[in-house]
């Protein structure tokens, strides 16, 4: 793995048993909290308290004013049934069926795709939103969050930064 980036903050949240790294990534899957107002924080506390989960289900977390914060790291999420094994999950705070994405998150959510394409080798294609998948018959996330647009972009930014390189 390449040396993360400084952007990447981590805040080292606890979890209650030990996370286990993931292998063979497939997939970036985008979520949101579906919740207004809920941070990092609320989000590992609810997923621990109500889902009885060891923490936080997403490897990575946008906040509203852009930061990326490291939630399960590389490590096997639980964010997408029958995906967690084979997935990066990077979920906004935000309720995206009501509001859309701040810039200042789509732009994190850009560079930190670009960042996890380059890591593990995976094409825009596979960067899907949580609705895309067969087993969900959630918005998530949310109906003002247009995956083909997001990929799209996310695909014209990629091309540009392995020209520079």
């Known amino acids: 793995m390449k040396i993360e980036p400084g952007w990447i903050n981590d805040i080292n949240l606890s979890f209650k048993e030990p996370l286990v790294a993931l292998k063979n990534v497939m997939y970036i899957i985008v979520h949101h909290t579906e919740e207004i107002g809920w941070d990092i924080n609320k989000t590992h506390r609810f997923h621990q308290e109500h889902r009885g989960w060891s923490g936080i289900g997403y490897n990575f977390f946008i906040e509203e004013n852009g930061e990326i914060i490291k939630g399960r790291g590389y490590h096997v999420g639980a964010h997408a049934y029958s995906y967690n094994q084979k997935s990066i999950g990077i979920c906004l705070a935000g309720n995206f069926d009501i509001h859309i994405p701040s810039i200042e998150q789509l732009k994190s ?8 394409l380059e890591q593990y080798n995976l094409s825009t294609t ?13 918005s ?7 995956m083909d647009q997001i990929r799209e972009s996310i695909k014209i930014q990629w091309l540009k930064y392995k020209d520079k390189k």
Do not use: D, M, V, Y
């Open 140 to 146: 998530c996330p949310g109906k003002n969050f247009n």
């Open 126 to 138: 596979q960067i899907l939103g949580h609705r895309e998948l067969k087993s969900t018959a959630k």
């Open 109 to 116: 959510l850009s560079k930190l795709c670009i960042f996890l």
